[in-house]
């Protein structure tokens, strides 16, 4: 964490903000992923960052060390350890670092025409550097060789080259597809922001059109959510507040207001469920005990239950276990069709937003009652359909 950014004035390197995140926060999670122990920081000051990432690192049982030069390493690491470096102002994709670095020790290479251009160092006539290596800790030793102002990273990854360790050439993909990136100043990392986000909320759209308008929503408005400290959690909070005012809807029998903002919540709960894939991936934030997505799901289907119960017209003197008998089975044969077995057709019912959306319209012209009975007997057909022919195929065997 020593190399400034580009622009005059600015911050360093390490200090540039993609998302909610530092870079430096973002190596953090690729190296805790790798199940470092140890966390040494090689800067020249200390402010809110460095406790910032000192905190983070503390919160999941890593210790934090802070150098000002190389040689303060050699009191650090013994022959027994191993050693993790990632290069200032480096963002890799955690699955691709993960990937490479778990090999062994080894430095991580890629071809010198792309490199250089990138601003990676160049190592010999067809390689350049990636930034990332990994090494035995008795080779540290050598530093004590160099002059104490030596710049760290780059000698380090020179003695694991010529010590022999080997040269780990990093897929092409990685680069073509933005995995694997120098961040050198803010105009690029915001460049690289968008695309960063884009890799991170990656969902097929043909199955979910509610997941679809999230990604949409989340990659154009995610970054200045994210840079606001507004997580997930925020997200999700403003979806079960709109979830409750459809509830208040529904009271007053206000059917189309009321499923149209239970369409509306279902969609902030899952951008706020693609927001949390990338705060947990990027950063390795320690799973919840609470499966976020499940305990949501539970809690609209109970809310989608009441609107429709709420809404719907009945027959006078019906019982509430009556009423509340199809919302109940079209909800339930929503769920278990859903999932066994899995097709493109049968994913479609695990979209709240749409079928909020069709019951609003089914409200529109007073039709409500007999249309969620409608529902319910299509998706049972679904499900039959789905099924029929593995029970006859198992009996004939």
């Not at 303060?72 to 191993?82: K, M, R, S």
């Not at 969902?203 to 606001?228: I, K, W």
Request: proline share 5%; net charge negative; hydrophobic share 55%.
């Amino acid at each position: 964490m020593i190399e400034p950014a580009d622009t005059a004035g600015g911050p360093l390197r390490a200090h540039l903000r993609l998302g909610a995140a530092t870079l430096a926060r973002h190596q953090l999670g690729v190296v805790l992923a790798l199940g470092c122990e140890r966390i040494v920081c090689l800067t020249q000051g200390h402010d809110d960052h460095i406790d910032a990432l000192q905190a983070a690192a503390e919160a999941v049982g890593a210790k934090f060390h802070l150098v000002a030069e190389p040689h303060a390493l050699l009191g650090l690491i013994t022959a027994t350890d191993e050693l993790v470096a990632l290069g200032d102002g480096l963002l890799a994709w955690p699955g691709t670092a993960i990937a490479l670095l778990e090999a062994g020790p080894g430095v991580i290479v890629q071809p010198v025409d792309s490199g250089v251009v990138a601003g990676f160092e160049r190592l010999d006539l067809n390689h350049a550097a990636a930034a990332a290596f990994r090494m035995p800790g008795r080779l540290v030793e050598r530093l004590a060789e160099l002059p104490r102002d030596c710049d760290g990273f780059s000698a380090l990854q020179r003695i694991a080259l010529q010590a022999g360790l080997p040269q780990r050439l990093l897929p092409a993909a990685a680069l073509a597809d933005g995995h694997w990136t120098l961040v050198r100043s803010e105009a690029e990392a915001h460049a690289v922001e968008a695309q960063w986000i884009r890799l991170q909320t990656q969902v097929s759209g043909h199955e979910n059109a509610t997941l679809a308008v999230a990604q949409f929503a989340v990659r154009r408005l995610g970054p200045a959510l994210l840079h606001a400290g507004s997580g997930n959690l925020v997200v999700a909070a403003a979806g079960l507040v709109t979830a409750m005012l459809a509830l208040v809807a529904a009271r007053f029998s206000w059917s189309v207001a009321a499923f149209v903002l239970a369409a509306l919540a279902w969609l902030l709960v899952a951008a706020a469920g693609l927001l949390a894939r990338i705060e947990r991936e990027t950063l390795h934030l320690p799973s919840s005990r609470i499966p976020h997505g499940s305990a949501y799901g539970g809690v609209m289907d109970a809310i989608f239950a009441v609107l429709m119960i709420q809404c719907a017209s009945f027959l006078p003197g019906e019982s509430l276990f009556e009423r509340a008998f199809a919302p109940v089975m079209l909800l339930g044969l929503c769920r278990y069709v859903s999932q066994t077995p899995p097709s493109r057709t049968t994913r479609w019912l695990q979209d709240r937003g749409v079928l909020a959306l069709i019951l609003a319209a089914l409200g529109a012209f007073g039709w409500l009652g007999r249309g969620i009975e409608v529902l319910t007997l299509l998706v049972l057909g679904l499900g039959l359909h789905a099924t029929w022919r593995r029970p006859i195929a198992s009996e004939i065997g």
